[in-house]
């Protein structure tokens, strides 16, 4: 099993691994991802709220308001999503760079 280093980490040392590995080659093409499941996140539900006034106004039209739901699940699912893959390869950075992530304070 993976050690949770990142997780367990302090807020000022989180920002800085985050820092340091969105730096890297691999961390801004993955920044890059996670910023555009962020933008399909916030559209979905942008839709989800569409549809639910629109399926509320319309005589409480039951297939707008499902839609409304799946397209909150998968905007839900695309923001834990894009959390899970942040946290998992910043603790794999961490933990594989331990110099770097362990500074000292003085």
Same mark, same amino acid.
């Given at each position: 099993? !993976? ?12 920002? =800085?691994?985050?820092? !340091?590995?969105? %730096?890297? =080659? ?11 499941? *962020?933008?399909?996140? #916030? ?5 989800? /709220?569409?549809? *639910? @006034?629109?399926? @509320? ?7 707008? @308001?499902?839609?409304? #739901? ?5 905007? /839900?699912?695309?923001? #834990? ?5 942040? #946290?998992? %390869?910043?603790?794999?950075?961490? /933990? ?11």
């Amino acid at each position: 099993m !993976e050690k949770n280093k990142y997780q367990r980490a302090s807020k000022n040392t989180k920002k =800085e691994v985050a820092k !340091e590995f969105f %730096n890297t =080659e691999y961390g801004h093409s993955l920044k890059v991802r996670l910023t555009r499941l *962020l933008i399909y996140s #916030v559209l979905l539900f942008g839709f989800f /709220i569409y549809f *639910l @006034i629109d399926g @509320i106004m319309d005589n409480n039209n039951v297939s707008e @308001i499902i839609l409304g #739901v799946v397209f909150a699940l998968f905007a /839900i699912l695309f923001l #834990v999503g894009s959390y899970y893959a942040k #946290v998992k %390869n910043c603790n794999t950075y961490m /933990i594989n760079n331990p110099k770097k992530t362990n500074k000292k304070k003085k």
